[in-house]
């Protein structure tokens, strides 16, 4: 079973801390991706990764970086945390399918916990 | 963007009764999958559809891929305590390199009453 865990279920940090939320997959999936999930607005996405040391904006990155230095580890960094970043937020990781068989190939995305991150 | 519209936003129905919730994307689509959300859980994949038309059971739950790639259903027939949760959809843009990047519709959160 394919496994992604994240660092913490919970966390409290006040306003203008830097905060890490970290994610780690045992798939050797080369995909990974940060979202935030807000009540009404579904699953965002802030950053991806499809290569080591290589990295996406998805939709939402302000205020957000992202490291990845192994494979199986994406990091989420908030450089100075503010209120309006309390949320949950999930990891995913996939495989990646190239080629005219991409589009019905299994892409499933796979997810971990959720860190549930409360700025005050 | 591309953007996924997701409707309803919730919906309470009595057990037994039929459940469905819509999807729908401003761009065509590659695929279209599906996901589950339990209260306190995270979202877990139930299906992918790729093909125009596509019609897939899974017991109860009838998901539907519209033929012009843009839409998409989940039908939940006789619903049961067990369904309660958040549906989300999620759609692969059609072309390009994605590197398996999906936008998520803004999910349904079904509750069902005993």
């Known amino acids: 079973d394919v496994k992604v865990t994240q660092s913490s279920r919970y966390l409290v940090k006040r306003t203008g801390e830097k905060v890490f939320l970290e994610c780690v997959q045992d798939m050797d999936h080369e995909n990974m991706f940060w979202y935030r999930q807000d009540p009404g607005l579904g699953l965002r996405l802030i950053y991806f990764s499809y290569d080591v040391k290589m990295k996406e904006k998805g939709d939402i990155p302000e205020g957000y970086s992202v490291s990845r230095e192994k494979k199986e580890r994406f990091s989420l960094i908030l450089e100075s945390a503010s209120t309006n970043q309390t949320s949950m937020y999930l990891c995913?990781?996939?495989?990646?399918?190239?080629?005219?068989?991409?589009?019905?190939?299994?892409?499933?995305?796979?997810f971990g916990p959720g860190t549930r991150l409360l700025v005050l | 963007g591309q953007q996924v519209m997701q409707i309803p936003q919730y919906q309470h129905v009595q057990e037994g009764e039929d459940f469905t919730t819509y999807c729908n994307s401003s761009?065509?689509?590659?695929?279209i999958q599906w996901y589950k959300q339990r209260p306190g859980g995270h979202p877990v994949f139930l299906i992918q559809?790729?093909?125009?038309?596509e019609v897939k059971k899974q017991k109860r739950l009838t998901f539907q891929f519209g033929e012009a790639k843009k839409n998409s259903s989940l039908h939940i027939t006789a619903t049961q305590t067990t369904d309660v949760g958040t549906y989300f959809c999620a759609g692969k843009g059609a072309g390009g390199t994605s590197y398996g990047k999906l936008t998520f519709g803004q999910g349904t959160i079904l509750t069902v009453h005993p």
């Open positions: 761009t065509t689509l590659s695929n």
């Open positions: 995913a990781s996939t495989t990646v399918w190239t080629g005219t068989l991409a589009g019905n190939a299994q892409e499933t995305q796979y």
């Open positions: 559809l790729v093909k125009s038309g």
